[in-house]
């Protein structure tokens, strides 16, 4: 990627951004005018970017309905409940509800997303681009998502953001990056020492980074006393090329977007606010005296004590190093009429500061960094929805008060009180030192009297009944759903017990959907457009048992092809979907038996898929490795006839015979019959002569007629014969194939 563009203090000034940049900055191939007579000038730009960035940080911190919520769902999740204090000496037990149930629905919307094979499949454009199709779905999924970006990972923190904290985000980025790895060669003679130089030189990819020559004395090869010879020590560093698309979750307090956001693709502002090291930035390619001017960022006006208080402490005093210390840093995308053309276009920015933005470069946007959100529960024309913590912290709340109650209770009720004539006690530190089983003096009887406190702890169970209950309907996560009451659903028919799982994950499943419709499709399609865009070198990965070269440079096609998100086998239960696909292989297997392989119905690529489906559904990550693709233009042996169906042939073809006979006789007879009219009608004249004409003429057409139908049947007794004996052929063919082993069918007899 080529470096980033450098504003001097005459451009603008910049826009905040990232910690760990989302994509290194690639430079304007056309400097962008700092004085354009129609657009924006710098002060301008400058001014819009902190009022965008300073006005949804506002928003965003100072909203009860964000930033509170999401600071009472986390502590509440923590199980940190300050806003509910317990008086001294009564019980501090607090519930765990937010917890519980977010922990609930995390494996079953993982399970949505990893249970089947590859979790995006890009659709072709055409038959012909089927098998790249194939290979960017592999190379995308399995090694950019899983292998690269520990993939799992990625979806379970962004649920998590989004479940607790209204709306998960994640941003995609290619990180340019490389490892060095040596090779040491130890005694190599003048020849291998030249080879070997003579691959480094050829291939950019090595450097010799230690050389040493020694020589030695050997014996000459014509044994002729000794020579001089000459060893070589060589250390070769190879460059590893490393780079690759970059996938992070974004924290909640370091998503800005505009207040008046809809949804993401129509903010006017969206950036990832996070801090980097000076050095790291000007490592990065950035202007040296463009971040000098930076300030270290101290100020946590605007962050929330979510992060700061418990995990997020920095050390933001100033550094006796200058490139340790840290800066304030947004990266993002802002849209704008820069160039005054008066249309508004979207740009790419990175900038550091608060108050005062430096701008570090700013170039039009085309896929630097691509955001994806997730919002579980969301609001019409509002990109801040709600989420399941939102509903479970009153539910929290009032468990806690509940639990607290009763445990009070319980102890009072165990331990209680005693109404004690003071004067009559012989030693009356024994009641505040009692011990099990020692008395108590006294010197008159009925001194010391038990106050007892009824326990009102079953009642406070039924209220705990009610509150999981009210806590299930919320967030769509039952002990049903997660197979945790056996004996409830043992006592159900297996309708009943499939109607409430179903019932129960009718949330999840939603949930799962319109993540799989919005962010999910989001983020493989920017990925996919910045492998297209930046990665310039070809990549060696093995696919189906065999090594795949992979260059992105050759996919421009594919840069707008469609993105399915397959949620299909993971929601639901496994045992109904296998079920359900036995039932489909059954029922193809009856008709390839019935039909044979080539059935327009059901063919062999289709009864292929479905034993792929079994095998996935069953948890099987490749199911390639038992049940191949067919082959193009493959053509199954076709199995011969077996001796019964040979003897209906042969009736039939017999019948057939035997039928085309009948009618020529037929013909004959009415040539017969039609001849005698005539020479009756002949015999009739006066004038014989053309009648005995006439009669001539159809003896003759008789004897043709009789000779049609003799040439006739011996042309069927021919092609009857050549008949039986393909059928012949074929069943030794097939008596000694079937000894063979390779003699297999596609489906037993």
């Known amino acids: 990627m080529a470096e980033p563009q450098i504003l001097d203090e005459e451009m603008m000034q910049e826009i905040v951004m990232g910690e760990e940049p989302i994509a290194k900055v690639e430079q304007v191939t056309e400097t962008i005018e700092t004085e354009v007579e129609q657009g924006i000038t710098e002060d301008q730009l400058k001014q819009l970017l902190s009022s965008e960035i300073a006005d949804a940080m506002t928003y965003i911190q100072g909203s009860e309905f964000i930033a509170d919520d999401r600071e009472t769902a986390y502590e509440y999740y923590r199980g940190v409940m300050d806003d509910l204090p317990a008086p001294q000496g009564r019980s501090r037990v607090t519930d765990r509800a937010v917890s519980t149930y977010i922990n609930m629905m995390l494996p079953s919307l993982l399970r949505v997303f990893t249970a089947g094979k590859y979790i995006a499949i890009y659709e072709p454009n055409n038959e012909q681009n089927t098998k790249i199709a194939e290979i960017i779905t592999h190379y995308v999924n399995e090694c950019v998502f899983r292998k690269d970006n520990h993939g799992e990972m990625i979806i379970r923190d962004w649920a998590w953001n989004a479940l607790v904290g209204k709306v998960g985000v994640v941003k995609s980025y ?75 979750n974004i924290e909640w307090e370091e998503f800005v977007i505009s207040r008046d956001a809809r949804n993401l693709e129509d903010a006017v502002l969206k950036s990832h606010r996070t801090y980097y090291r000076a050095g790291d930035l000007i490592e990065m390619g950035y202007d040296p005296d463009t971040v000098a001017r930076l300030p270290t960022y101290t100020n946590r006006a605007y962050q929330s004590k979510v992060y700061d208080d418990y995990y997020r402490e920095r050390n933001r005093a100033d550094s006796p190093d200058p490139a340790l210390r840290e800066v304030l840093v947004h990266e993002g995308i802002v849209k704008c009429d820069y160039d005054g053309t008066g249309v508004r276009e979207w740009y790419f920015v990175c900038g550091g500061g608060e108050n005062v933005v430096e701008v570090l470069a700013m170039e039009r946007y085309d896929c630097q960094i691509v955001f994806s959100d997730f919002c579980p529960e969301p609001i019409p024309n509002l990109f801040f929805g709600r989420c399941p913590a939102d509903a479970l912290v009153e539910i929290q709340r009032a468990n806690t008060v509940i639990t607290r109650m009763m445990l009070d209770s319980g102890y009072l009720s165990m331990t209680p009180q005693r109404e004690v004539v003071f004067d009559n006690l012989v030693n009356p530190e024994q009641l505040t030192n009692l011990s099990p089983g020692a008395p108590v003096y006294v010197t008159r009887a009925g001194s010391i009297r038990e106050m007892q406190v009824p326990f009102v702890g079953n009642q406070a169970l039924n209220m705990l009944t009610h509150f999981e209950t009210e806590a299930e309907k919320r967030t769509g996560v039952s002990k049903a759903s997660m197979g945790l009451e056996p004996d409830v659903l043992a006592n159900q028919t297996a309708t009943a017990a499939n109607i409430a799982y179903s019932s129960s994950l009718g949330k999840v499943e939603m949930i799962a959907r319109m993540w799989a419709d919005g962010g999910m499709r989001k983020l493989f399609s920017g990925i996919l457009k910045q492998l297209i865009k930046y990665q310039d070198f070809t990549r060696i990965i093995r696919m189906s048992g ?60 289709k009864y292929s898929r479905a034993l792929q489906d079994m095998a996935q559904t069953a948890g099987i990550k490749d199911p ?65 002569s053309p009648a005995e004409i006439q009669k001539l003429q159809m003896q003759y057409e008789k004897m043709l007629l009789d000779a049609e139908l003799k040439r006739q049947k011996m042309a069927l007794d021919a092609t009857n014969k050549l008949q039986e004996l393909e059928v012949e052929a074929s069943l030794e063919k097939y008596a000694i194939d079937k000894k063979s082993p390779k003699g297999q069918g596609i489906i037993p007899d």
């Open 546 to 605: 065999q090594e795949v070269a992979i260059d992105p440079r050759q996919w421009e096609m594919f840069k707008e092809a469609d993105v399915n998100i397959d949620t299909g086998l993971g929601t639901g239960n496994r045992d109904r979907d296998m079920a359900m696909i036995n039932a489909i292989v059954g029922k193809q297997e009856a008709i390839i038996g019935q039909f044979g392989v080539n059935s327009p119905l059901v063919d062999l690529n």
């Open 174 to 248: 290619y990180n340019e990056s490389s490892k060095k790895e040596e090779e040491t060669y130890e005694g190599l003679n003048d020849m291998e020492f030249a080879d070997i130089v003579q691959r480094v030189e050829a291939n950019p990819e090595l450097e010799i980074k230690a050389h040493t020559a020694t020589s030695v004395e050997g014996p000459s090869p014509m044994g002729e006393g000794m020579l001089s010879l000459t060893e070589h020590d060589l250390t070769v560093e190879r460059t590893v090329n490393t780079s690759t698309v970059k996938i992070e």
């Open 624 to 688: 390639e490795q038992y049940f191949g693709e067919i082959p193009i233009g493959y053509q199954p042996p076709q199995k011969p006839p077996s001796a019964e169906q040979m003897e209906a042939q042969r009736k039939q073809r017999k019948d057939q015979q035997d039928f085309q006979v009948d009618m020529m006789n037929l013909q004959l007879k009415a040539r017969e019959l039609a001849l005698k009219e005539a020479q009756v009608l002949a015999d009739s004249g006066s004038q014989m």
